[in-house]
C-alpha cells in the first residue's frame, strides 16, 4: 500500500514557473528514484525528470536547462522546479516512485496527476 500525493499544478502565462510536489507514503522499505511524466490527450506518457537515490537528475531535452527535480529524502518528497514554460508545456504530471520493499523486492507507483496549463 502505497500512495504517491502530488501537488502545485496550475495555469500559469508561458514565462511562469510552477514548482511541483510529490510525497510518498506506506509500504517501502527505501526509494530507488522518484521521477516525473507527462501526458497530452492521445500521445504517450514522457519522460520529463528522473534523479535516483544518489541523487544524480536526468532530464528530457526538451525540459533541460529549465526543470530542476530535487529531493527532501527525509520526507519521502521530490520537487520538480519548472521554470520557462512554454505552451508545449502543457500537460497532466504525473510522479513516479521507482521502490523497494524489505525483502530487496522491486516496485513502482504513480500519482494521481496534477494539470499544468500554459497559456496566455
Known amino acids: 500500500q502505497v500512495q504517491l500525493v502530488e501537488s502545485g499544478g496550475g495555469l500559469v502565462q508561458p514565462g511562469g514557473s510552477l514548482r511541483l510536489s510529490c510525497a510518498a507514503s506506506g509500504r517501502f522499505f527505501s526509494i530507488n528514484a522518484m521521477g516525473w511524466y507527462r501526458q497530452v490527450p492521445g500521445k504517450e506518457r514522457e519522460l520529463v525528470a528522473i534523479i535516483t537515490s544518489g541523487g544524480h537528475p536526468d532530464y528530457a531535452e526538451s525540459v533541460n536547462g529549465r526543470f530542476t527535480i530535487s529531493t527532501d529524502n527525509a520526507k519521502n518528497t521530490v520537487y520538480l522546479q519548472m521554470n520557462s514554460l512554454k505552451p508545449e508545456d502543457t500537460a497532466v504530471y504525473y510522479c513516479?516512485?521507482?521502490?523497494?520493499?524489505?525483502?530487496?523486492?522491486?516496485?513502482?507507483?504513480w500519482g494521481q496527476g496534477t494539470q499544468v496549463i500554459v497559456s496566455s
Open positions: 513516479n516512485a521507482d521502490l523497494q520493499d524489505s525483502w530487496g523486492v522491486d516496485f513502482h507507483s
